[in-house]
């Protein structure tokens, strides 16, 4: 690298740790950082702002205005899901699993625990998003904590349930496929290998915990009930979230029509009296749902753009390239060692910089495959212990709980589901 290299470079890590430090401080929502981000570096790395010609990349049309359309795939997705989302709860799909968990466990507070991880995991690997996290932990929270489940236990069982379903939610994998170029049924082949370590972890750590803290209180205010508590809904029709899972990892099925045919069975399954209606208003309340995230993608797109113009490239590149792990070992370990800087939208978060520096892991050598296995281990940190979610954030308020206490005591748990994860990676992908 050339002496203006290493300047352009010192300068783009410099923007970089400056806004990591706004978003971590609260001083500047990540939806603005992201699009900050990329024109500073692109500015740093010397890209025009505009051109007449067409093939030369520049910040107005290269960056802005294509990079804001990259992750469109990724977007439909999202929007989709949520209306999936939307229409298991309108129909009473949502509530009815929460109910039919509840009567199985009875009283037994282990029983109540696992058995409400299991469902709301099953329930979020269909729809994602705060609204159904408010939904779900509304309803469960209540009843662990009236069974003397502590509030910290209520409160990783609906966490760990988040990072659980998001893995198999396929309406989260368009990013990978619009940043990393895989197919859906690529993705799907390698999703359980860091789903399963995060699901074992996750039962360990709930038990634990239960039989450490013994028992909780148990008053608590109950949610007052809303006109569609008591909606009846056919046994068969409980399948519906599974659906469109299902149809992606068995029949290989594109994220978007595996779920427009799920909220097809959904609404034949149950057949509700205004099927028009709920599908028409399940799409605008997802898209409400959803706005905060489809604005975050739609940043993340520019930044992804500013990165992988030639000019960031060709300053980034020798300094990733330098840092690259080429065996085994050396892929465990990274991945595993630097897992928490997926929290607080640091460099590993897919859904801040994260996308970005996998775009340059690919870009200096590493498969896709790869990138794509340590992206979405490091996520099982990011998605449960992260105190800069939303979810988190509402969870912890709900239940009276320390937002810090949650990241210290499940940090550990997670990076040890990071490092299983990226164990049997290595094996698969070197």
């Known amino acids: 690298m050339t002496t203006s290299m290493w300047f352009q470079a010192i300068g783009i890590l410099l923007v970089f740790l400056v806004f990591v430090g706004l978003m971590m401080a609260r001083k500047l929502p990540t939806i603005l950082a992201m699009p900050c981000m990329a024109i500073l570096f692109a500015i740093i790395a010397g890209v025009p702002w505009m051109s007449n010609n067409p093939e030369v990349t520049s910040i107005a049309k290269t960056i802005l205005a294509a990079g804001s359309m990259k992750l469109s795939g990724a977007i439909a997705g999202l929007v989709f899901g949520a209306w999936f989302g939307q229409i298991l709860n309108k129909v009473g799909i949502t509530k009815s699993i929460i109910r039919k968990a509840a009567e ?34 509304t309803i469960v929270i209540p009843i662990m904590l009236t069974a003397g489940i502590s509030q910290f236990v209520a409160s990783i069982v609906v966490l760990l349930a988040v990072g659980v379903g998001s893995l198999f939610n396929v309406s989260n994998w368009a990013v990978y496929v619009d940043v990393l170029g895989l197919s859906v049924d690529k993705i799907a082949n390698y999703t359980l290998v860091v789903a399963l370590p995060l699901i074992v972890i996750s039962l360990l750590m709930i038990v634990f915990y239960i039989k450490r803290d013994g028992k909780g209180r148990k008053a608590w205010a109950m949610p007052a009930a809303t006109p569609g508590d008591n909606k009846k809904v056919p046994a068969i029709a409980l399948i519906s979230p599974l659906v469109p899972v299902l149809l992606v990892f068995i029949f290989k099925i594109d994220i978007v029509p595996a779920v427009i045919i799920g909220a097809i069975v959904t609404i034949l399954l149950t057949w ?14 997802g898209i409400q749902d959803v706005a905060g995230a489809m604005a975050l993608m739609i940043g993340i ?25 080429g065996t085994p070992l050396m892929y465990i370990l990274f991945f595993t060692i630097l897992s928490p800087l997926a929290i607080y939208r640091g460099p590993l978060n897919v859904w801040g910089l994260g996308s970005g520096i996998a775009a ?16 979405r281990a490091v996520s099982n940190v990011q998605s449960v212990s992260d105190p800069t979610n939303s979810h988190n954030v509402w969870v912890a308020d709900f239940t009276k709980s320390d937002i810090n206490e949650i990241l210290k005591k499940t940090l550990p748990w997670t990076m040890a589901s990071v490092l299983i994860s990226m164990i049997i990676g290595a094996f698969m992908v070197f």
């Open 301 to 325: 797109g520019i930044l992804l753009s500013s990165v992988m113009s030639p000019q960031v490239s060709a300053v980034i590149s020798p300094l990733i390239e330098s840092v690259l792990p």
């Open 104 to 137: 199985l466990a009875g009283d037994k507070p282990v029983l109540i625990a696992i058995l409400f991880f299991i469902t709301a995991s099953i329930i979020f690997s269909a729809a994602g998003g705060l609204g159904m996290v408010i939904l779900v932990g």
């Open 360 to 375: 340059l892991f690919v870009t200096a050598g590493m498969t896709p495959v790869a990138a794509m296995l340590a992206l």
């Open 272 to 285: 509700p009296k205004r099927p028009i209606h709920i599908l028409s208003s399940a799409m605008i309340e």
